[in-house]
């Protein structure tokens, strides 16, 4: 069965979060700015990581991750 990958792009700043672990979620994921998109597998721990920055970013299924 083929991986499934999930397109990651920050949105909004991390400045407006008042929680660090929101913060640190977004690191986690790698993202480090506005506008930064990063392709990560999907698995339980990247959708749960996602749903807890949901109102920070937009995801969106993609073939693979870019580069290959």
Do not use: F, Y
Request: net charge positive.
């Amino acid at each position: 069965m083929a991986k499934k990958w999930i397109q990651v792009t920050q949105v909004r700043s991390e400045i407006s979060t008042p929680r660090k672990t929101h913060r640190e979620t977004l690191r986690a994921l790698g993202l480090t700015r506005r506008g930064k998109s990063v392709v990560v597998e999907d698995t339980p721990t990247n959708r749960g990581q996602i749903r807890a920055v949901c109102h920070l970013v937009k995801a969106v299924e993609c073939s693979g991750p870019l580069g290959r």
